[in-house]
T-cell receptor
Framework: DTAVSQTPKYLVTQMGNDKSIKCEQN?????MYWYKQDSKKFLKIMFS???????INETVPNRFSPKSPDKAHLNLHINSLELGDSAVYFC?????????FGSGTRLTVV | GESVGLHLPTLSVQEGDNSIINCAYS??????FIWYKQESGKGPQFIID?????DKRQGQRVTVLLNKTVKHLSLQIAATQPGDSAVYFC???????????FGAGTRLFVKA
């Protein structure tokens, strides 16, 4: 069983499009995150939800909108995609102190 | 500002040798530190953690050392194997809070 699963794994889209990435965790954790990893492997936190409530909202363009329908799901919607949005996006959940990450969604904007 | 940095972006070691990956942090309020391993095409995976009331913690083939005086963290891998090739991240957290800050990562290459 995959603990944190993201879909899709790869996403290629044109500039200006709107796309969504979905994340689900079956660990029973209360807190979920979205991280962006750039080409230099730097991991930057974007958002965090705790029990469906937004608790971390870093300096991210408002084209990015997270949604958490329940504590097991945290989706990321991106409007008007730009070239600079190309990156790998990781979903994670937090139990205790450590994180469990999904396998990532590689977004390529062309 | 807060930052978690690494001294070496890449490290190449011979199979069987020991590896040491270093990390510097700047937030003296951080009290919990974690090392993650990221293999190609995968998400980061938890390796080992240490709390600020400790200066050393050992796992299976891995040891984490914490020097709070100089705000330095290191990960030692004994008898490095090809399967250890990956990017390693240190991360810091304050009080078990919701926000964990990740360092830039060190890529470890293991030569057979």
């Amino acid at each position: 069983d995959t603990a944190v699963s993201q879909t899709p794994k790869y996403l290629v889209t044109q500039m200006g499009n709107d796309k969504s990435i979905k994340c689900e965790q079956n660990l029973g954790h209360d807190t979920m995150y979205w991280y962006k990893q750039d080409s230099k492997k730097f991991l930057k936190i974007m958002f965090s939800y705790n029990n469906k409530e937004l608790i971390i909202n870093e300096t991210v363009p408002n084209r990015f909108s997270p949604k958490s329908p329940d504590k097991a799901h945290l989706n990321l919607h991106i409007n008007s995609l730009e070239l600079g949005d190309s990156a790998v996006y990781f979903c994670a959940s937090k139990g205790g102190y450590g994180y469990t990450f999904g396998s990532g969604t590689r977004l390529t904007v062309v | 500002g807060e930052s978690v940095g690494l001294h070496l972006p890449t490290l190449s070691v011979q199979e069987g040798d020991n590896s040491i990956i270093n990390c510097a942090y700047s937030n003296s309020a951080s009290d919990y530190f974690i090392w993650y391993k990221q293999e190609s095409g995968k998400g980061p995976q938890f390796i080992i953690d240490i709390r600020s009331n400790m200066d050393k913690r050992q796992g299976q083939r891995v040891t984490v050392l914490l020097n709070k005086t100089v705000k330095h963290l290191s990960l030692q891998i004994a008898a490095t194997q090809p399967g250890d090739s990956a990017v390693y991240f240190c991360a810091e957290n304050i009080g078990g809070g919701f926000k964990t800050i990740f360092g830039a990562g060190t890529r470890l290459f293991v030569k057979a």
